[in-house]
C-alpha cells in the first residue's frame, strides 16, 4: 500500500501495466505523458488482441458477421461508460483516440459558439494538448484565456480560479 493512500496499492496498480516492468536507465520506467500516448494495461491489450484475431471489422459500417459484433461491442462499452459517468444517454459518450483529439474535438466543435471577448479558464499546470487548441481559438475568435495559478504546494489557486469566473467565461474544463 501507498503511505500516502493507504487504498492505493501502487505496485499492484504498476504490475497491471506490463510495459511498467521496463527498466530504463537501470531505473523502473515511469511514463507521465499519458495526455499523448497511455499506456495500456493487461485486461486492455488482450481485449485488443481478442478483437483482432477473432473478429475484427469497422464500426457501423457493415452488416456482416464481424461488423456486427464489433458494433455490438463497441455499444456495449458505450453503455457501461455512460453508467459510470451517469450520462442520460449513450448518445453523451463519444470514444475518440485520445486526450488530445478528444480536446480538439471540443475546442473545434464548441469553438464555433465562441465570439471575441468569450473568456476560456485553464490552468497553469495544463497539459499542451489542452492550451494548444484554446490559443488557436483565440487567435481566430478572439476569445480570451485565463489562467488559474498553481500555488507552490502544486495544487491549484482556487481563490483565484472562482475569481476568474464571469460572465464572459464559456470553457472551464
Do not use: C
Amino acid at each position: 500500500m501507498n503511505a500516502h493512500n493507504p487504498g492505493f496499492d501502487v505496485e499492484a496498480a504498476r504490475a497491471q501495466f506490463p510495459i511498467l516492468s521496463r527498466e530504463v536507465n537501470g531505473k523502473p520506467l515511469i511514463y507521465l505523458d499519458s495526455g499523448a500516448s497511455a499506456q495500456k494495461p493487461r485486461a486492455v491489450i488482450e481485449a485488443m488482441s481478442q478483437v483482432m484475431e477473432r473478429s475484427y471489422a469497422n464500426v457501423h459500417r457493415g452488416l456482416h458477421t464481424l461488423a456486427n459484433e464489433t458494433t455490438d461491442a463497441y455499444e456495449r462499452a458505450r453503455e457501461s461508460v455512460r453508467r459510470f459517468i451517469n450520462a442520460p444517454t449513450v448518445n453523451e459518450v463519444v470514444f475518440t483516440k485520445g486526450t488530445t483529439d478528444a480536446i480538439n474535438l471540443v475546442a473545434s466543435s464548441y469553438g464555433l459558439s465562441l465570439k471575441a471577448g468569450d473568456e476560456i479558464v485553464v490552468s497553469q499546470m495544463e497539459h499542451h494538448a489542452n492550451i494548444v487548441p484554446w490559443h488557436f481559438l483565440r487567435e481566430r475568435k478572439g476569445v480570451v484565456l485565463r489562467f488559474v495559478p498553481v500555488l507552490d504546494d502544486g495544487s491549484l489557486d482556487m481563490d483565484a480560479y472562482r475569481a476568474l469566473l464571469g460572465p464572459k467565461r464559456r470553457w472551464s474544463p
